[in-house]
């Protein structure tokens, strides 16, 4: 049984460009949430995504940031226009439905120059 | 409002107990989580606590009291390999969701 998987693992972008982050759960786990964290800091939860729904995004900035997680294929974050301060480590976990742990991915380093 | 506490950096001795202590705040209490994270790594989970008590996995035991917003994780036999970061992390529930909220880790360096 495959681990959370995310691609790219490393990313480079160029002020104002887009970023498209993907993250494919493991086998069985509809519950997915991603997370960024910043160097030497925790994470910081983004978004909470059941297949088709946006359950929580809270934690999302409401302008440039939006995350899917289509009934087929993987769950998507996308950052548009971004900006230096977008460079972070972008995390997404997985869970079954409700009671169990997270579990994560290897991450997707952005870096905007 | 929902706050994690833990120590920032701690430092012990190869073959020496650790304890890592973590408080936290939030409405909802629905479980407490410990993670290892090493740099540059993804999270990898440790233990899981939702009723107080002590649970213990092998070297690592986690501790939670609910009444006191209090947990630990406890290292035994430390080994240079468990120097990396350990997130305290609790779950919310409130308004129906489930949330998980970090704390900024503790950064244990294990010293040969």
């Known amino acids: 049984n495959a681990g959370v998987m995310q691609n790219p693992r490393h990313l480079v972008r160029r002020r104002g460009q887009e970023a498209r982050l993907r993250c494919s759960p493991m086998?069985?786990?509809?519950?997915v949430y991603w997370y960024r964290q910043l160097p030497e800091e925790g994470l910081k939860f983004m978004v909470y995504?059941?297949?088709?729904?946006?359950?929580?995004e809270s934690g999302m900035p409401k302008e440039r940031f939006s995350a899917e997680f289509p009934k087929e294929g993987p769950s998507i974050l996308r950052i548009q226009q971004v900006v230096r301060g977008d460079s972070a480590a972008y995390f997404c976990a997985s869970s079954p439905p409700i009671d169990r742990e997270q579990y994560f991915g290897p991450g997707t380093r952005l870096t905007v120059t | 409002g929902q706050n994690i506490d833990q120590p920032t950096e701690m430092t012990a001795t190869e073959g020496a107990i650790v304890q890592i202590n973590c408080t936290y705040q939030?409405?909802?209490?629905?479980?407490l989580f410990w993670y290892q994270q090493h740099a540059g790594e993804a999270p990898t989970f440790l233990s899981y606590?939702?009723?107080?008590g002590l649970e213990e996995k092998g070297r690592f035991s986690s501790f939670l009291s609910r009444s006191k917003g209090y947990s630990y994780l406890l290292l035994k036999e430390l080994q240079m390999k468990d120097s990396a970061s350990y997130l305290c992390?609790?779950?919310?529930?409130?308004?129906?969701?489930?949330?998980?909220?970090f704390g900024t880790g503790t950064r244990l360096k294990v010293l040969a």
């Open positions: 606590n939702v009723l107080d």
């Open positions: 086998k069985g786990h509809s519950h």
């Open positions: 995504l059941q297949k088709e729904n946006i359950i929580d």
């Open positions: 992390a609790v779950r919310d529930r409130t308004s129906g969701t489930y949330k998980y909220i």
């Open positions: 939030t409405s909802g209490f629905n479980g």
